[in-house]
């Protein structure tokens, strides 16, 4: 058995004949993708939102949407013209296996997005996928439903990296920028800051939805796709079927027009404290990271964390304390227990399942 989602490989499960289980781990699987991709876009939509409703850049009725057409175009734009950039390569088994590995993991990257919203936390969707997929493989390697113990330390770095530099990169690009923008406009009036610090902020949201909808719509494009080859469909990787992006932008948009209000409190307010230009700056580093990443880098990167790692490095070093660290401590601690907890739900799932699949094998 073959343990990469490859286009190569896809045609040796054509000829599969699925049984009724199979069937119905596929439509259980596809509400559950369905449902992680409208809350994924719920989830995220304050990433973008947060600093343009507060400053009062865009209404909260405009910045939903525009996040969802912006949202709906990125996802578009992945299934159009960057095919080659979702990641086929990650190793689940082409199976029932590898369905039962994406069900648990879309059941624990639901309930993590839901609770971290509950918590007002940005959290990281992309972190939530990583650690569920991850714990899943263990686990089916533990109870030898996966030969090879498929995830490897590359495995893990190439998941773990973008979660680790984005935000990094956000957070001192975001530094630098102000002092330049401070020096820039020292001799301007409020008023006049303040107008065109609205439009860079506005425009930065759009970076922001479009580059959510293409880091994340890709992410979810792989899900619908590798679900119907465990299925035993062939889908010809680089021609994604139109209705897979279509499906992914409008859920990814429908999500988006809830709001997510909560984790956009804590993002403008319970954070660091910003005013006008640093909250530009902020969306700025933010948009053009993700929006460029979305073209040029081939692992999936987190927008909570790359956007609140942007707005934390605009609001420091000012000349009196803007952080509030209880909260920045929280938001630290959610982000470094993700991909462990997640990993550790989605595998006991998988072990919890796994007595049926070695029934049916």
């Known amino acids: 058995m073959h343990w990469r989602t490859s286009p190569q490989k896809s045609a040796e499960y054509s000829s599969r004949n699925p049984d009724p289980v199979a069937e119905l781990l596929l439509v259980a ?13 719920f989830h995220d939509a304050s990433n973008a939102n947060a600093l343009p409703v507060r400053f009062n850049a865009l209404t909260p009725r405009v910045a939903v949407g525009m996040g969802a057409v912006f949202n709906l175009l990125g996802a578009l734009t992945v299934g159009l013209v960057l095919t080659q950039l979702i990641p086929f390569d990650i190793p689940v088994p082409i199976s029932t296996v590898g369905t039962v590995v994406i069900i648990c993991t879309l059941i624990t990257a639901i309930a993590w997005n839901l609770l971290t919203w509950w918590w007002a936390m940005p959290s990281s969707s992309t972190a939530a996928m990583s650690g569920g997929i991850i714990g899943s493989l263990v686990g089916a390697y533990a109870v030898g439903l996966a030969p090879d113990l498929v995830v490897h330390g590359d495995t893990v770095w190439r998941l773990a990296l973008p979660i680790i530099v984005a935000p990094a990169i956000a957070f001192i690009l975001a530094q630098l920028l102000v002092f330049l923008a401070v020096y820039l406009f020292r001799h301007e009036a409020p008023g006049v800051v303040k107008r065109r610090s609205a439009l860079v902020q506005a425009t930065g949201a759009a970076a922001i939805h479009f580059g959510h909808g293409i880091q994340h719509g890709r992410r979810a494009i792989w ?133 049926l699949l070695q029934i049916g094998s």
Request: aromatic content about 10%.
């Open 29 to 41: 699987g596809f509400v559950l993708a369905v449902a992680f991709t409208v809350v994924n876009g």
């Open 223 to 355: 899900v619908f796709v590798v679900l119907l080859m465990c299925y035993g469909m062939v889908i010809p990787i680089s021609h994604v079927p139109l209705w897979i992006p279509l499906l992914v932008g409008l859920c990814l948009g429908a999500g988006t027009l809830l709001g997510g209000w909560r984790i956009a409190y804590t993002l403008s307010a319970r954070v660091v404290n910003l005013d006008p230009l640093r909250g530009a700056v902020a969306q700025t580093v933010a948009g053009s990271l993700l929006f460029i990443g979305g073209f040029l880098v081939p692992f999936p990167m987190s927008t909570s964390q790359t956007s609140t790692a942007a707005i934390l490095g605009a609001g420091t070093l000012q000349r009196f304390r803007t952080v509030y660290h209880r909260t920045l401590v929280q938001v630290l601690v959610t982000w470094a227990v993700t991909v462990p907890v997640c990993a550790l739900i989605a595998g006991t799932l998988f072990l919890a399942a796994s007595p």
